[in-house]
């Protein structure tokens, strides 16, 4: 299967992100406005198609010098398990060039990312919309 990567933002639907992200399951239903923002906001941003199809995408906050965050990773459940998730991570962490790379994962993903290197953090801490429901999801201590 022929996966090609692409960082041009301005030929992607945003209402085909969303959609992605939903279906994946990454998260709540989101706002494809949001979504844009989002992405727009981020410095690095990668995404992958199969031929004209939106499979999988990622980005990251990045000061461009020190410290980068990865966010909103997913793939197209048909089309996970083929390393697009790979791909997608190795070109943020190539492309990020800085010296400390965060993220943090959804339960039960610690060990796709620890293939690349991301160990646990003993001292980081998050502000959450809504602390009970993120210690019920593991999140947060
Ligand atoms: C997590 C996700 C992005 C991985 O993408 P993917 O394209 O399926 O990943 P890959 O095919 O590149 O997988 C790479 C390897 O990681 C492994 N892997 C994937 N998910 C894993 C998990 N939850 N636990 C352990 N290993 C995992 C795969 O088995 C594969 O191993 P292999 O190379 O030995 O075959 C994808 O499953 C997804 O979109 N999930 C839903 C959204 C999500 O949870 N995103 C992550 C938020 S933290």
Aim: aromatic share 10%; charged share 30%; proline share 4%.
């Amino acid at each position: 299967m022929e996966i090609s990567l692409s960082t041009d933002i301005d030929s992607i639907s945003w209402e085909e992100l969303a959609r992605l992200f939903e279906l994946a399951p990454l998260g709540k239903k989101r706002d494809p406005k949001k979504v844009e923002i989002a992405f727009r906001n981020s410095l690095l941003r990668v995404f992958a198609f199969h031929g004209e199809t939106l499979v999988g995408a990622g980005r990251a906050l990045s000061d461009g010098v020190w410290r980068a965050a990865i966010y909103d990773v997913a793939v197209l459940p048909k089309y996970q398990g083929k390393g697009i998730g790979s791909m997608i991570i190795r070109h943020l962490v190539d492309s990020a060039k800085v010296d400390v790379i965060m993220l943090y994962a959804v339960p039960g993903k610690s060990k796709f990312y620890e293939r690349f290197g991301f160990r646990k953090m003993a001292t980081a801490m998050a502000i959450t919309p809504n602390e009970d429901e993120a210690r019920k999801r593991g999140l947060i201590e």
